[in-house]
């Protein structure tokens, strides 16, 4: 009789239509939200805070070199580095072949040893090979696709946002263990304390993650109905030819998005070297230095809230030029303000809000328009080649920049990156069309 029972209740708890599995699917989808955030909470935590410690980590493994030789080094650094987020492309690819659930864990685990990797690093090398490592765990955003997939179809979009809104509190507490661990009185290796919370959070996360989260049930229900490897290969195929053989105003316009990201990842040198910058300034000191990076974190959250609510009210192309006028301003700022004495602070932090709200506001512009400019059947290889170009635009800035503030000063540097921005304004005229309002069901393959 108990077998009997036991049989009954799972037949019931698998039947959709039953008010036991309702409930029951209910409770586990809540509870992956909450995981998803505590996921993102470190992914934003562990991406942001190495860039909020470059100066640090010169004064440590560069300390002996002149100082235009330091920076060389440590941006050509930078520039390997970033070399790791082009396996990003390989791991969504991944997601298709082995599953979410393993890469969902595998990121976090990946994190976690990356960080205790930076923790322990001895010299830039090894510091260069675990930031590497950690380029690829971080960039490879396996929640959205668990959140895309696990969502109700008409509810996708406000569990999206909410699974981003809470993994903000990553960037919020990224300036905050910074002004704990980095004084004016913290000892050489003092930053290392900024790996302490993704290793001691991220431990037992990714044991939860590992015991408690399922597979999606979308990768479920494609995973005995797998194409072959050469049908795979004919799948990508074909989405090339849907890209890049539609109709023209929307190819041109989509090669310009991919100009457009090439340019926005070369300037993300600012992201990457402001406080750097920062930290050879006479006229700001670690306290200053930790304020710019409350600042820095509330800004970041200012852009993707800023692109939220005014993407559908103007349009995105009105958008566009605000984000690129804005970022060219608040370089120009930035670079100006850290060597005016009396005013530095105030006006750095104009500086970095402008220059953060513009850049992080152009990611989420850009991944809305290719999705409004490319059918279904070939958008996430359209999303895919986006964030690639951005990937090639990251690497070719630092070596710009490695090679350039060799020979010149990266404020130097900084101003020919500043102005570079201004290209993208005739290109945007001419080649994006505004896509607000755009029915994606209406977008039809051409052949």
Do not use: H
Request: glycine residues 8%.
């Amino acid at each position: 009789m108990a077998k009997i029972s036991l049989d009954k209740r799972k037949r019931i708890s698998m039947d959709p239509n039953s008010e036991v599995s309702t409930q029951r699917s209910e409770k586990y989808f809540k509870y992956l939200v909450f995981i998803l955030i505590l996921v993102l909470i470190l992914d934003n935590y562990t991406q942001f805070y190495s860039s909020v410690i470059p100066s640090k980590i010169i004064e440590e493994f560069l300390g002996g070199y002149p100082q235009n030789e330091a920076n060389y080094i440590f941006t050509i650094s930078l520039a390997v580095v970033s070399i790791g987020s082009y396996v990003v492309f390989v791991v969504w690819y991944s997601a298709d072949k082995v599953g979410r659930r393993f890469l969902l864990v595998l990121s976090v685990f990946g994190m976690v040893a990356a960080s205790i990797g930076i923790l322990l690093s001895r010299n830039i090398v090894e510091y260069t090979i675990y930031r590497f490592l950690l380029g690829i765990f971080v960039g490879s955003d396996i929640w959205l696709i668990y959140i895309t997939e696990e969502s109700p179809p008409e509810k996708k979009a406000f569990w999206t946002n909410i699974v981003l809104v809470g993994g903000m509190v990553g960037v919020i507490l990224m300036p905050i263990f910074r002004s704990i661990y980095i004084t004016d009185t913290s000892p050489v290796g003092a930053w290392r304390g900024m790996t302490y919370f993704s290793i001691i959070f991220g431990i037992p996360l990714g044991i939860l993650v590992a015991l408690t989260v399922k597979e999606t049930s979308k990768f479920q229900e494609i995973k005995d109905n797998r194409s072959t490897t050469k049908d795979r290969t004919k799948v990508l195929k074909k989405n090339l030819n849907i890209i890049f053989k539609s109709e023209k105003e929307r190819r041109s316009a989509y090669i310009a998005i991919l100009i457009i990201s090439l340019i926005r990842a070369i300037v993300g040198v600012f992201i990457s070297l402001g406080e750097l910058y920062m930290s050879n300034s006479p006229y700001l000191n670690e306290g200053d230095i930790n304020i710019v990076v409350y600042v820095l974190g509330a800004s970041v959250i200012a852009g993707f809230l800023m692109t939220g609510m005014l993407a559908d009210k103007i349009g995105r192309k009105p958008l566009f030029y605000i984000f690129f006028i804005m970022l060219t301003i608040g370089a120009l700022i930035f670079i100006y303000g850290a060597v005016t004495p009396g005013i530095a602070l105030i006006l750095v932090c104009i500086g970095m809000s402008l220059i953060n709200v513009a850049y992080w506001g152009l990611y989420v512009i850009l991944s809305i328009v290719v999705i409004e400019l490319i059918p279904t059947e070939a958008r996430g290889t359209g999303n895919g080649f986006r964030g690639l170009m951005g990937s090639f635009g990251s690497t070719i800035g630092l070596l710009l920049t490695g090679v350039l503030v060799y020979f010149f000063s990266l404020q130097i540097v900084f101003l020919i990156f500043a102005l570079l921005v201004l290209i993208d304004l005739p290109i945007i005229y001419k080649y994006v069309i505004e896509t607000k309002g755009t029915d994606l069901s209406d977008l039809t393959i051409v052949n």
